[in-house]
């Protein structure tokens, strides 16, 4: 007979297998069937969609005024500068969100990403591959590094820029490749517990343990809204409600409504004491209230309106069998 439970097995089994600077294994275990995909799936999506990384939106090249231009002296195009440029990933320093950084190159030289690093900037790829120049070549560039999360399209950040600058593609993630597997373990002689291992690979602006506990907290930040309880209400429940209210305005005294003291007079001399009375009238015989001239009768339908009323409006059986019981019991 298979055992009877009243609560999922908790996993207790946490360990990170460190492969180098850049890759890990975060692995727990043991989950009940079907629990481990549940919650590797979108820890998966929240460490390539949510991971904060930095990426350069923009440059200005002194002599090129577009994608499509050249520099002289440069064996490169401005378009392949910049495919080389996104290949370079940069940190800036002292958790700065954004920067603009200017860079001065006189050839003959090969830039590398090792060459943009500064006192503002770090470059956790000096390898890359950026430009290179003849011995006649003058290089002067401003870049606008920014920290985000996700990828940004250049036609989304064109409008942000200053004139000059040239929109680049701007892809943040930190996060190179996160994928997980799910394995079977043994617990109490029953094979059917599973083991999930997420494989995590990042570019180096952030430590595979870091781009997790991120998504931990960007997933745990998602679901908060669903920790405070949830009051549900039939439409009976809520129409009842609403009724509720409006009796409550209808039964307030007439001086809620803020008439001048003409107005006011006016309707109290004629016994009138709640807002309902008025409503309850018709057109006519709010009119015809005794010294109520034309002014003081559009004040009291001004006032009414912005209470939510009009006069001769019509309302529920139950609505008015309520309120005139409140009149009559004055």
Do not use: W
Not at 105 to 124: A, M, R, T, Y
Not at 153 to 172: C, K, T, V
Not at 285 to 309: H, P, Q, R, T
Request: charged share 25%.
């Amino acid at each position: 007979m298979k055992k009877i439970k009243t609560a999922p097995l908790l996993p207790e089994e946490f360990v990170v297998e460190q492969i180098s600077d850049t890759e890990a294994n975060v692995i727990a275990y043991p989950f009940e069937t079907g629990y481990a995909v549940s919650l590797a799936h979108p820890l998966r999506r929240f460490l390539l969609s949510s991971s904060v990384g930095y990426a350069p939106i923009a440059i200005k090249i002194e002599g090129a005024k577009h994608e499509f231009d050249s520099v002289r002296g440069m064996l490169e195009d401005i378009s392949d500068f910049i495919i080389n440029l996104k290949s370079i990933r940069f940190k800036l320093k002292n958790d700065a969100k954004e920067a603009t950084i200017d860079y001065s190159f006189v050839g003959p030289c090969e830039i590398k990403g090792s060459d943009l690093i500064n006192d503002d900037v770090d470059v956790v790829t000096p390898d890359a591959f950026l430009a290179t120049l003849n011995e006649d070549a003058t290089l002067n560039f401003s870049l606008k590094i920014f920290q985000g999360i996700g990828y940004v399209p250049s036609e989304d950040i064109r409008d942000e820029i200053e004139e000059g600058y040239i929109a680049l593609d701007a892809f943040f993630t930190p996060v190179r490749k996160a994928t997980y597997a799910i394995q079977n373990v043994l617990v109490e002689d029953n094979p059917n517990f599973e083991k999930v291992v997420l494989n995590i690979v990042t570019d180096g602006q952030i430590s595979p343990l870091d781009a997790f506990r991120n998504a931990l907290n960007v997933m745990h930040a998602q679901m908060a809204v669903f920790s405070s309880e949830i009051s549900i209400q039939s439409p009976a429940t809520i129409e009842r409600a609403e009724a509720s209210e409006e009796i409550g305005k209808l039964t307030a005294p007439i001086e809620e409504l803020g008439l001048s003291a003409r107005s006011f007079n006016c309707l109290d001399r004629a016994d009138l004491k709640y807002i309902g009375e008025i409503v309850l009238m018709s057109q006519n015989d709010l009119k015809n209230v005794k010294n109520l001239g034309k002014k003081s009768y559009d004040e009291i339908v001004e006032k009414l309106e912005e209470a939510g009323f009009q006069v001769g409006q019509e309302m529920s059986d139950e609505t008015i069998s309520v309120l005139k019981k409140k009149i009559e019991s004055e």
